[in-house]
């Protein structure tokens, strides 16, 4: 009697075991293929110039911008970085029928655009360089 | 019962355990006591509920812990299957193995001053030596116990865990110790190699080996000095050919593992047996209980392996072996998403000691490398060997969540 069952357990641990790793693996697999590796053709972006890990925050290599990005070191913002010379509310980019405007808010070290510093709302070009703290980003529009 | 078959591991998880314990009683026979039922259905509970706390209270990695507890539960049938009250014992290592992983992570994630402390380890090793010296007690043919009143334990398994934080400490600051020293990474590279001499001594040679791969590797990642490297790499040719020559224990090993056959009535007889239960075991093994797991000396730690393969068969070998891939696997991954250079260090070097442990000791009873005698973490018998992995594996759970810095920490105060 015993033989029978340990004979039939045998097979049914072995189809437990290889259903928790392929469970595991597949868990993993949703895990990887989550992760964000959207196109960027015909989208605007801000791609981060400077390099990623010379950063002692967190930030992204890429920020796909979508009517309205709000940048700032209050967790409310689109782009949270916790660099001290970023204001909570630093600047934001707003489109407008296919145009893209950046506006400072009122940020204590300013928003510089190409170098210099912006006062008003400007207009921003594919190639321009955003400057933020010790943060640059790189304006992309190839529509 | 289709909704627990239902892809979630954790189910799988307790259905496997509850089978597996199923099986055994009806194995034994006579009524169980009632402690022992208390104690297999309180472990089942700890190990379902902590799998499902962990993915509450840790943002880090899911997994880990959950392939770490599938091996144990393999392990702990396979022990109780062979002797009960071995098994018995193992129920309460694991459940000691469990808590002491709570305790790691929460001690390892409140305290931040983990890697100033390269001397107190460097101290602590060796003062782990010294006592293994001097209580040591000969078994199996290494000195590596140490027993004081009724209690026992292996040094080796604790200065293991502490060779790590000394290398992290060491190259997650390497250019203040050069600065300190130009010669720095030579210091590092005798004290490693004392500690494998001293193995050595103890005539411990799996975990010698264990600890230069450890070294070797992370060595190999961080040091900017290309040329220690084929230095270690010579140096440690020279030292195996040398070990050889020198050291009749050594060369038995090698023999033993050129040709076991011929010395099968003694140096050979371990590994012999070993591989004829894989053999008798086939695909699908002889079913729990059917087998003669017990002609293999000390196949409750080192020969665990070829006892599950025979009585569970090749597949739930090779389930092992990917279980353990998988566990490396998330470990590497771990690394590489780890921004403090401290903690990627040290998710790397216990990833490294996982994987290069088990494949040393599996390596070793398949008879693909010569046998050393170390345990397969979490699945062998024996209280140091699961209480030190488990508080690697604490440590590896911390690595796994995003370490704040101290300003973003009092930037998030106010």
Redesign the interface.
Known sequence: MYNILALLFKYIFIIIIYLFIFSIIRLIYLDISGMKYQSLDDKAYLKLINRKDSLPFKIEEYYIIDKELTFGRHGDNDIVVKDPYVSKKHFKIVEDEDEYYLEDLGSSNGTYLNGDKIYDIVKLNDGDIIKAGQIEFLFVNRK | MKRL?S???RN??F??QV??IT?LL??KGRATDRLTLGIVAGLILVIYLSNYILTKISKGDN?IF??TT?LAS?GIIMIYRINEGLGIKQLVWISMGIILFFFTYFIVKKIRIWEKLSYIYLIGAYFLFLITFIFGDKRHGAINWVNIGNFSFQPSEIIKVLLIFILSSYYSNKERWKEFNKYSSYYLMGIVYSFIALLFLQRDLGTAMLFYIIFAAIQFIYEDDRKLIFINIALIVVFGILGYLLFDHVKIRFQAWINPWRYIERQGYQITQSLFAIAEGGF???????GHPDFIPVVYTDFIFSAICE???I??GI?II??FM?FVY?GFKIAIAQ?NEFYRILALGISILFGAQSFIILGGVIKMIPLTGLTLPFISYGGSSILSSFTALGILQVCSE?IK?K??LD?AGD
Do not use: A, H, V, W
């Open positions: 078959l892809q979630s591991p799988l998880l259905l496997f089978l597996g099986l009806i194995n997994y959950l392939i599938m393999i699908f093994g002889k079913g729990l209980g059917l009585e569970m068969g597949f739930t389930g990917m279980l998988i998330r921004r995003e810095s300003e973003e930037e």
